[in-house]
């Protein structure tokens, strides 16, 4: 008993430090990007999430290169379960072509539908 009660405070002391360094603030897009996005796919809901019946939604930072194609991913906040499955689905995006660059901001909803 001592030993899941243990297991227990450890768990909410994990998620205590995943909400700290993961802020559930609420943003879409960013008003000031340019592209559209052209090409995306529906995000894979990880087996974890579900077993855990979590849901939500994870913000990231694309950085997209000149041919449409993402570059990097950087998490700007959610659920740390979710995170790495938003990371995926962003890098199979595809936005419109532009002459240079550019970082845009975007969120990825899971639901365990």
């Known amino acids: 008993m ?17 909400l700290y360094l993961f802020p559930q603030h609420s943003y879409t897009q960013d008003s000031s990007a340019k ?14 999430a579900r077993t855990m019946a979590l849901q939500g939604t994870v913000k990231v930072e694309a ?13 700007k906040g959610g659920h ?16 419109e072509s532009a002459p240079r660059e550019s970082h845009e901001l975007v969120e990825v909803k899971f639901s365990p539908e």
Request: glycine share 6%.
């Open 80 to 95: 740390p379960v979710l995170a790495q499955a938003a990371v995926n689905t962003v890098r199979g995006w595809k936005w």
């Open 35 to 48: 592209r559209r996005l052209v090409a995306q796919t529906a995000p894979v809901y990880p087996p974890l």
């Open 2 to 18: 001592k030993a899941l009660l243990r297991q227990g405070a450890v768990g909410t002391l994990l998620l205590a430090a995943a």
């Open 63 to 75: 950085v997209v290169a000149p041919d449409g194609t993402v570059k990097d991913v950087q998490i």
